[in-house]
């Protein structure tokens, strides 16, 4: 059965989904969903292992055809003098022949994330994992630094980790005021499909992450620098330009924020003083998402600090609630009212 090439790239990528989530009965769930026979998505799948798109492992499984590329930087070698280093001799030939919107975005986070090791880890070392299929690319950036939790946390005078990675999730935080803007992680991690950051024990995620990822970077129970994970579909929609126009103003600026509460803490925020630990620096936007996304209650300590003390304390800021569930809306309409 002959499709047009619309309907037959739609086949395609859904065989090359379901292989990716290591979905059971592939040919049945793929006839099943397009209406067409078992004969017809092997002979998808033939051409598709033709293509070196796919491997066969055995009788009804299969996976995807996966690149891997490593590579060891050095300071003491020139390796890290520029992050322009990275991009060019190690990156770029990776990334050249995907669509436009791509490349743009891989360009603006990995030259920002090479720019964090050049310029603020202290590092000796870098290294980069490239691992890329015909439907993404995945990266590793592993430097053996001054971690990038402890050193906001010791710059900033923070009382500890936590606080540091509760900063880093509203943005326009550095270092080095005089050189950096503070929006390369913020940004970079928005573009991304999945993207976190580990150090010091911890995880900064703005987007869902597989363990296993985390697992296979096997940095040993003695590792002090920082590793970023990035991954991206080669097929992403995703423009650069979007990402920064959904936290600008009319102007440009960088004014609007988004804060998961469930990313920072371990449990629901109960007390005045993990709100306020939320409310730092908050002054320097104009617009601030609370996202209550996966947590059931919250105290009212933190919902009367939050919603009432500071934003009568800042008029000008407009705090945003979101998703939240009966009980967080109730506390926060008891505290309002």
Same mark, same amino acid.
């Given at each position: 059965?002959?499709?047009?090439?619309?309907?037959?790239?739609?086949?395609?990528?859904?065989?090359?989904?379901?292989?990716?989530?290591?979905?059971?009965?592939?040919?049945?769930?793929?006839?099943?969903?397009?209406?067409?026979?078992? #004969?017809?998505?092997?002979?998808?799948?033939?051409?598709?292992?033709?293509?070196?798109? =796919?491997?066969?492992?055995?009788?009804?499984?299969?996976?995807?055809?996966?690149?891997?590329?490593?590579?060891?930087?050095? &300071?003491?070698?020139?390796?890290?003098?520029?992050?322009?280093?990275?991009?060019?001799?190690?990156?770029?030939?990776?990334?050249?022949?995907?669509?436009?919107? =791509?490349? &743009?975005?891989?360009?603006?986070?990995?030259?920002?994330?090479?720019?964090?090791?050049?310029?603020?880890?202290?590092?000796?070392?870098?290294?980069?994992?490239?691992?890329?299929?015909?439907?993404?690319?995945?990266?590793?950036?592993?430097?053996?630094?001054?971690?990038?939790?402890?050193?906001?946390?010791?710059?900033?005078?923070?009382?500890?980790?936590?606080?540091?990675?509760?900063?880093?999730?509203?943005?326009?935080?550095?270092?080095?005021?005089? #050189?950096?803007?503070?929006?390369?992680?913020?940004?970079?991690?928005?573009?991304?499909?999945?993207?976190?950051?580990?150090?010091?024990?911890?995880?900064?995620?703005?987007?869902?992450?597989?363990?296993?990822?985390? =697992?296979?970077?096997?940095?040993?129970?003695?590792? #002090?620098?920082?590793?970023?994970?990035?991954?991206?579909?080669?097929?992403?929609?995703?423009?650069?330009?979007?990402?920064?126009?959904?936290?600008?103003?009319?102007?440009?600026?960088?004014?609007?924020?988004?804060?998961?509460?469930? #990313?920072?803490?371990?449990?629901?925020?109960?007390? &005045?003083?993990?709100?306020?630990?939320?409310?730092?620096?908050?002054?320097?936007?104009?617009?601030?998402? =609370?996202?209550?996304?996966?947590?059931?209650?919250?105290?009212?300590?933190?919902?009367?600090?939050?919603?009432?003390?500071?934003?009568?304390?800042?008029?000008?800021?407009?705090?945003?609630?979101?998703?939240?569930?009966?009980?967080?809306?109730?506390?926060?309409?008891?505290?309002?009212?």
């Amino acid at each position: 059965m002959k499709f047009n090439a619309e309907k037959s790239n739609m086949i395609n990528m859904y065989i090359l989904e379901k292989i990716e989530q290591g979905s059971e009965s592939l040919s049945a769930s793929v006839a099943e969903a397009f209406g067409i026979s078992t #004969n017809t998505v092997h002979s998808y799948l033939r051409r598709l292992q033709e293509q070196n798109i =796919i491997v066969k492992e055995k009788r009804g499984e299969y996976k995807l055809v996966t690149n891997s590329f490593e590579y060891q930087l050095k &300071r003491s070698k020139g390796n890290l003098d520029s992050e322009t280093y990275a991009f060019d001799n190690c990156f770029e030939q990776h990334i050249k022949d995907l669509p436009e919107n =791509i490349y &743009r975005i891989w360009e603006y986070a990995f030259s920002e994330m090479i720019n964090n090791v050049v310029d603020h880890s202290a590092a000796e070392n870098l290294a980069i994992q490239i691992e890329q299929s015909y439907l993404y690319t995945k990266v590793f950036i592993i430097d053996n630094g001054v971690g990038i939790f402890k050193k906001i946390k010791e710059h900033f005078s923070l009382p500890g980790i936590d606080e540091a990675i509760c900063e880093l999730f509203k943005g326009k935080l550095t270092t080095d005021s005089s #050189n950096h803007s503070g929006e390369g992680i913020f940004f970079s991690s928005k573009m991304m499909d999945r993207f976190f950051i580990y150090s010091s024990g911890r995880i900064f995620a703005t987007t869902k992450y597989n363990n296993d990822e985390i =697992i296979n970077l096997d940095l040993g129970d003695s590792f #002090n620098g920082t590793a970023v994970f990035m991954s991206l579909s080669n097929f992403s929609q995703r423009h650069a330009a979007d990402v920064f126009d959904q936290y600008a103003s009319v102007d440009g600026g960088f004014t609007k924020t988004r804060i998961p509460l469930k #990313n920072i803490f371990d449990t629901a925020p109960i007390s &005045r003083s993990q709100a306020k630990r939320v409310c730092n620096r908050l002054d320097s936007f104009l617009e601030v998402e =609370i996202d209550f996304d996966g947590l059931d209650w919250m105290g009212q300590g933190f919902a009367h600090q939050m919603f009432v003390v500071y934003q009568k304390a800042h008029p000008d800021i407009k705090l945003i609630p979101t998703n939240m569930s009966e009980n967080v809306k109730k506390m926060y309409n008891h505290v309002i009212s």
